[in-house]
């Protein structure tokens, strides 16, 4: 995984460990991709709640995509979505990184109802690193992102030589999806406002 600019491309060669050799896992940042999506309220005010609650603590936001608009993809008849990514770096464990993903979608009322339903927010991580990780709750690189354009094409607009660990670069996996679904809307924007958002 590689950074667009000025950023710490520390994943791609290792697994969530230390390249330094030693146990300082506090000030290694490895790089996580995380993706954001709502189809439920105010879709944008709650990517950008979402955004500020990332930010405000463990994760060091890097760069956030455009604002797509995008077709639902499975589950039942709904609304469209707002999509983005982010790309953000962290000496948090994975782990934790979801606990934060999770306190991002709590603060946004995310009511969980049914799989892949409606929602105010959904925070995804997409990689972490290089980690790979099947654990159910946990699954790294998500189990997903690879057939997904609303998660690679935002992706790729942010870092045209992105990877995917196990399933390759990003630029050649876009070529294998569906695009018609996915809609950029230069009218809508994320701010990356760090550990001065606000806090409601
Ligand atoms: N989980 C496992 N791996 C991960 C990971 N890498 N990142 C677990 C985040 N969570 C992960 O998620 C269910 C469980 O997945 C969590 O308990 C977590 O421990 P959830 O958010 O509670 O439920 P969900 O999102 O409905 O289920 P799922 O299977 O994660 O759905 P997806 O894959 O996130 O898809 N269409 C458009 N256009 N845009 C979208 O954003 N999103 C979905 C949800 C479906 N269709 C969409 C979109
Ligand atoms: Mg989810």
Redesign the pocket.
Known sequence: MTWPRGGNDSGGNHSGGNDRGGNDSASYQQAVVL?????LGDRLANLQLGLDVLGRGGLELRAVSSVYE??????PD?A??L?AVLLAGSSLAPRDI?AR??AA?AAAG?V?T????P?TL???????GSVI?A???????????HE?A??LVPWLELDPQAVLPGRGPVAELVADVPMA??RRRPDLRLAMRGADAPCS
């Not at 993706?35 to 189809?39: A, D, I, K, L, R």
């Not at 049914?114 to 339903?117: A, D, L, M, N, T």
Request: aromatic share 6%; hydrophobic share 30%.
């Open positions: 993706s954001v999506g709502s189809n995008t077709d639902p993809v499975g589950g709904q469209d979505y999509n979801l993903c999770a979608e995310r969980r049914q799989r892949w339903g929602r959904d925070v995804d991580i997409i990689a972490c990780s654990d159910q709750a946990l699954t790294l690189p998500h189990p997903r992102a997904r609303f998660v679904g996915v």
